[in-house]
Structure formats: structure tokens, C-alpha cells
């Protein structure tokens, strides 16, 4: 039955992205805010459907955590859940992501729209510095940049280095920066078909305030996203256990010595 839900789900969410695509195109050239609300509509409708159709809901925690204006938000990335959530949380998000997605047809125009920042990977030092030079632009007029610091979907379980744009992203911008905890990749794994029913958490933590060094703040991020992601996502295969489906994912694997946070320079 889980199969038969989540095929449903992926070709209704895949009917109602193109017809929306293709409806929303006038707005290209209207005000960004016209975007921005298409794409929170759209967004919200991919929420509806697989709560609909697979169960599969969300609750927010720590929402006071989230400063009033301008503030970096950065998120454990373990599903493509994740990458919807926020324009249901959050006033007006910017996502800092990869370059290659604006090449998709019609939702890279929408995401250019929007203001979403791209990172060129094949330069990363000039990357960086667009990066810092982007998001104080979308700083200064109150947005909320998402960032995912391990630059890809983890597995619950495991365990990646973080990227060096956070830190460097934290030491340009001097706003505050809070994390965020989540177990989405109990319930929708970043490369299984399968949908679990089940409510997701998404775990707004106490902000980082600017002024630490790139070190200090590198270990203290990741170490607080860590720590509540994993009792997030014992609390989510707990969820699982009475349909016979807990215990599926890896135990978090040790920090090698190369994943460690590099001392800044």
C-alpha cells in the first residue's frame, strides 16, 4: 500500500508542477513578490498532497527561535522535503543552492526569479565571495537565506563535513544564525520511492549570535543540528516501529579526522 500511495503522490505532485509552471508564466515578468507567492502556493500544494495521499504530515518547534527580519537559516538536509518546507515557515527565504538547477526548464526561471542564490562549484573561491556578496544583498532587504551546510541530502545516521560557505557566509553577513534540526529522511528518503506516513519534525534551534570565530561557530553549529536531528530521528523510527519499519537506517557514523572543521586563516 506505501508503494501504491507514493506512486499516486509522485504523479499528482508532477501534474500539479506543470500545470502551475506553465500557468504561473506571466509572472516572470511581474514584481518578484508575484514569484514568491506562486511559489509558496505551489509549494504548499506538494505539502497538501502527500499529506493527502501518504499520510505524511509536519510540526514545527522552536519557532520563537526565529529572529524578527533578516537571519541565516541553516538546515540538516536529509530528503527532498526539506527544500519545500520552507516557504511555509518562513517570511521570504532565499535558498543558496547549486548552479545547475537554474539550468532546469521552467523551475530554474522561477528560482532565478525568486532571488535564489546559485553556487558555482567548479570556482570555489570565487563562489564564496558571490555567495556573501549575494546574501547581504537579500540581508539587507529582510529575507531569510536557507543554507545547507553539508551541500547535499545525508542519510539519517550519518554523517558529513560541513561546507565551508556556512562559516564563511556567518563571518560577511554578522546577523544571526539558526539552525535547524529535522528527521524528514525517516519518512522520505533522499533516494527511496517509498513515502512513510508519519509527522515529520522540524526543529527551529536557539540562533548563533555573530562575533564567534569561523571555528568556533563551525563546531557549535554542526554540533547543536547533530544532537537533535538524531533524537529527532529516534523519536521518528519510534513512529515507524508499529507498522514494522523501524530500525532501517544506519547508526551515526564516528567524525573522521578529515571531516573535522578546519582552523580559519
Same mark, same amino acid.
Given at each position: 500500500?506505501?508503494?501504491?500511495?507514493?506512486?499516486?503522490?509522485?504523479?499528482?505532485?508532477? @501534474?500539479?508542477?506543470?500545470?502551475?509552471?506553465? %500557468?504561473?508564466?506571466? @509572472?516572470?515578468?511581474?514584481?518578484?513578490?508575484?514569484?514568491?507567492?506562486?511559489?509558496?502556493?505551489?509549494?504548499?500544494?506538494?505539502?497538501?498532497?502527500?499529506?493527502?495521499?501518504?499520510? @505524511?504530515?509536519?510540526?514545527?518547534?522552536?519557532?520563537?527561535?526565529?529572529?524578527?527580519?533578516?537571519?541565516?537559516?541553516?538546515?540538516?538536509?536529509?530528503? %527532498?522535503?526539506? $527544500?519545500?518546507?520552507?516557504?511555509?515557515?518562513?517570511?521570504?527565504?532565499?535558498? +543558496?543552492?547549486?548552479?545547475?538547477?537554474?539550468?532546469?526548464?521552467?523551475?530554474?526561471?522561477?528560482?532565478?526569479?525568486?532571488?535564489?542564490?546559485?553556487?558555482?562549484?567548479?570556482?570555489?573561491?570565487?563562489?564564496?565571495?558571490?555567495?556573501?556578496?549575494?546574501?547581504?544583498?537579500?540581508?539587507?532587504?529582510?529575507?531569510?537565506?536557507?543554507?545547507?551546510? &553539508?551541500? $547535499?541530502?545525508?542519510?539519517?545516521?550519518?554523517?558529513?563535513?560541513?561546507?565551508?560557505?556556512?562559516? %564563511?557566509?556567518?563571518?560577511?553577513?554578522?546577523?544571526? +544564525?539558526?539552525?535547524?534540526?529535522?528527521?524528514?529522511?525517516?519518512?522520505?528518503?533522499?533516494?527511496?520511492?517509498?513515502?512513510?506516513?508519519?509527522?515529520? $519534525?522540524?526543529?527551529?534551534?536557539?540562533?548563533?549570535?555573530?562575533?564567534?570565530?569561523?571555528?568556533?561557530?563551525?563546531? $557549535?553549529?554542526?554540533?547543536?543540528?547533530?544532537?537533535?536531528?538524531?533524537?529527532?530521528?529516534?523519536?521518528? &523510527?519510534?513512529?515507524?516501529?508499529?507498522?514494522?519499519?523501524?530500525?532501517?537506517?544506519?547508526?551515526?557514523?564516528?567524525?573522521?579526522?578529515?571531516?573535522?572543521?578546519?582552523?580559519?586563516?
Amino acid at each position: 500500500m506505501t508503494i501504491l500511495r507514493s506512486a499516486l503522490f509522485f504523479a499528482a505532485a508532477i @501534474l500539479w508542477s506543470a500545470v502551475l509552471a506553465i %500557468a504561473f508564466l506571466p @509572472l516572470l515578468i511581474m514584481p518578484r513578490r508575484w514569484v514568491h507567492k506562486a511559489t509558496r502556493f505551489w509549494l504548499c500544494g506538494i505539502l497538501a498532497l502527500v499529506a493527502a495521499i501518504c499520510g @505524511l504530515r509536519y510540526r514545527v518547534a522552536g519557532a520563537e527561535n526565529l529572529p524578527a527580519g533578516a537571519a541565516i537559516v541553516a538546515s540538516k538536509h536529509q530528503s %527532498a522535503w526539506d $527544500t519545500f518546507v520552507f516557504h511555509q515557515v518562513l517570511d521570504d527565504p532565499v535558498y +543558496v543552492m547549486k548552479r545547475e538547477l537554474f539550468r532546469i526548464p521552467l523551475i530554474g526561471w522561477y528560482m532565478r526569479k525568486v532571488g535564489s542564490i546559485g553556487i558555482d562549484r567548479n570556482a570555489r573561491v570565487h563562489a564564496l565571495k558571490m555567495i556573501a556578496l549575494d546574501a547581504k544583498r537579500a540581508l539587507a532587504s529582510g529575507r531569510q537565506i536557507v543554507i545547507f551546510p &553539508e551541500g $547535499t541530502r545525508v542519510a539519517p545516521g550519518d554523517e558529513r563535513p560541513y561546507r565551508a560557505g556556512i562559516a %564563511a557566509l556567518y563571518e560577511a553577513a554578522s546577523v544571526p +544564525v539558526v539552525p535547524v534540526a529535522l528527521n524528514s529522511g525517516i519518512f522520505w528518503g533522499r533516494r527511496s520511492f517509498r513515502k512513510h506516513p508519519g509527522l515529520i $519534525t522540524l526543529a527551529f534551534l536557539p540562533p548563533i549570535a555573530p562575533g564567534l570565530d569561523r571555528r568556533t561557530f563551525a563546531s $557549535t553549529l554542526r554540533a547543536r543540528i547533530e544532537a537533535e536531528s538524531r533524537r529527532l530521528a529516534a523519536e521518528a &523510527e519510534a513512529q515507524l516501529a508499529p507498522h514494522g519499519q523501524a530500525g532501517t537506517h544506519p547508526a551515526p557514523r564516528p567524525v573522521d579526522s578529515e571531516d573535522k572543521v578546519k582552523p580559519s586563516r
